[in-house]
């Protein structure tokens, strides 16, 4: 499979971004610092980064699907996608599960990322192949999400589209409404700049320098990252505070 570093680079930048933000948000759950993370820097920063994330993977679904639309049936690769997202969508129940267990119920996670990515690759099957119908219907999900985003409800139910409830602050919260939105501007971009799975514009050759591979690694991995950086942080600082407190 062809890969194009520029978008392991960008998901390896989130990855990185990610984590110091999730350091942060940890070092304060655990009282070493005391940071408002409901606005300013610290609430534009990870919407930025989640932003990245979903528009990452509304390309790479456009190169995916120009890969294997050759040869493979259109059930086939409905069948991959749709494998795909409950996967993803399981691997989000998991989070829920350990959020619930380390965290009240106004901060559990109980639809981050994980749930919209895997959402997402299911709603998205049948947009794959459009272009400018992507991006029309980005604007309309940005702006419901948006409205939507004023009010507060008190049931959770539909949280997962975008009916946020009162009082819940949890550390990843991504509803489809407007977040979906990211993902099939994605696409959009995927299917213009990669039209065939091939990139319309040139790029220096910087892919062998030392700090691109790394940030290319990190992209390729950054599934395992994700999954795996949250209890490694939140063990070690919480070793750190227990030993401060003998």
């Known amino acids: 499979m062809k890969r194009y570093w520029e978008i392991d680079v960008l998901r390896g930048s989130a990855i990185i971004a990610m984590i110091i933000f ?3 948000y940890i070092l304060s759950f655990l009282g070493f610092v005391d940071f408002d993370l409901h606005s300013g820097f610290w609430w534009v920063f990870p919407r930025c980064i989640a932003g990245t994330f979903l528009l990452v993977v509304g390309i790479s679904l456009t190169l995916s699907y120009n890969r294997i639309k050759q040869t493979q049936s259109k059930i086939k690769i409905i069948q991959k996608y749709l ?3 409950l996967i993803l969508l399981f691997l989000g129940l998991i989070i829920t599960l350990g959020s619930f267990i380390m965290l009240d119920r106004e901060r559990c996670v109980l639809f981050g990322i994980l749930h919209l990515i895997g959402l ?3 709603l998205a099957i049948p947009l794959i192949p459009l272009k400018w119908i992507n ?3 980005g604007f309309l999900v ?3 999400g948006f409205i939507l985003g004023m009010y507060r409800f008190e049931f959770f ?3 997962w589209l975008g009916f946020r409830p009162a009082n819940y602050y ?3 919260y991504l509803p489809l409404l407007p977040w979906f939105s990211f993902v099939l501007f994605g696409i959009f971009i995927g299917n213009f700049v990669y039209k065939e799975n091939k990139r319309v514009f040139p790029l220096p050759g910087i892919d062998n320098f030392f700090l691109i591979k790394g940030l290319c690694i990190l992209g390729r991995y950054s599934l395992y990252i994700y999954l795996a950086h949250i209890p ?3 063990g070690i600082l919480l070793g750190i505070k227990f030993l401060y407190e003998i």
């Open 157 to 159: 139910w539909l949280l």
């Open 22 to 24: 999730h350091t942060v």
């Open 142 to 144: 940005l702006v419901a």
């Open 120 to 122: 997402s690759i299911i």
């Open 83 to 85: 494998l795909r997202g």
């Open 170 to 172: 949890p550390v990843d």
């Open 232 to 234: 490694v942080i939140y």
């Open 135 to 137: 991006l029309v219907a």
